[in-house]
């Protein structure tokens, strides 16, 4: 029963996302393509051979040798993007800066023939978190597909694993981990060649002096006592949990009642 109803719940979020109008679409497409299979929430496989990788987005990983060990929501991601396309499908292609990543994996935001960008529809329905890692082009406006999404505690959203960490609450076992951590901005100074931005009493971001500018809009007296979501690998060094930052996607100022 709960499968069944699982099936259905997909159908519907893929049904109403599907009348959606894509906003994140771009002047030109670089390639047509024919899916060979899925591969998980935010990788494909086309039938040429290669393998694609969606810009802006991190599903769940499914872990295939132990399921049992997959992160929550990883399963149902996959079986959402089933939903949506399906091998044989024709699928367009846009890409960034980069066009592969350090696996030899294509990089590319995907549509399908009808303009639903498959990105937006994983972010929208919860089955994905935006992440910036080289390419960003459509970073803001898959930034703002995922706050709905969040703010509405679809998906993954609604699930404790998925929940922001507290910055005067970090333990060791957080470290070495990519994190979102909530906390209140309580100063900064520049050291040497890194800014430092204090949020709560023991984290720290740094931000590297050739990074500075690209966070000049909210680097003002102003951010001081602001409640921010900052995202990053985390570390442990000199008494104090740090994060480097080098770009304005890993932190988010949040509204405060």
């Known amino acids: 029963m709960k499968q069944i109803m699982l099936a259905c719940l997909l159908m519907i979020a893929a049904q109403t996302s599907a009348a959606e109008v894509s906003k994140c679409i771009p002047t030109q497409f670089d390639e047509t393509v024919t899916l060979a299979y899925i591969n998980d929430g935010d990788t494909i496989t086309l039938t040429d051979g290669r393998t694609v990788r969606l810009i802006g987005i991190d599903s769940p990983e499914i872990d295939f040798q132990f399921t049992n060990l997959s992160q929550p929501y990883a399963n149902e991601a996959k079986q959402f993007l089933s939903s949506v396309i399906q091998p044989g499908q024709t699928l367009q292609l846009a890409f960034d800066k980069k066009r ?91 050291k040497s060649q890194v800014l430092e931005l204090n949020i709560g009493e023991n984290l720290v971001m740094m931000i590297s002096q050739q990074d500075i500018g690209k966070f000049s809009n909210i680097l003002t007296l102003e951010l001081l006592q602001k409640t921010v979501l900052v995202r990053g690998k985390l570390y442990f060094s000199y008494g104090k949990y740090r994060l480097n930052t080098q770009h304005l996607s890993q932190i988010t100022i949040e509204n405060t009642p």
């Open 100 to 190: 592969l990543d350090p696996f030899g994996r294509t990089l590319a935001y995907v549509y399908t023939t009808e303009l639903q960008h498959l990105q937006e529809l994983m972010l929208a329905n919860g089955f994905a978190k935006a992440r910036v890692y080289q390419n960003d082009y459509f970073w803001q406006c898959l930034a703002s597909v995922e706050q709905l999404a969040r703010d509405n505690r679809l998906g993954l959203w609604g699930h404790k694993s998925y929940q922001p960490l507290v910055a005067d609450s970090l333990k060791r076992e957080d470290t070495h981990l990519w994190q979102e951590i909530r906390g209140v901005v309580t100063g900064y100074e520049r």
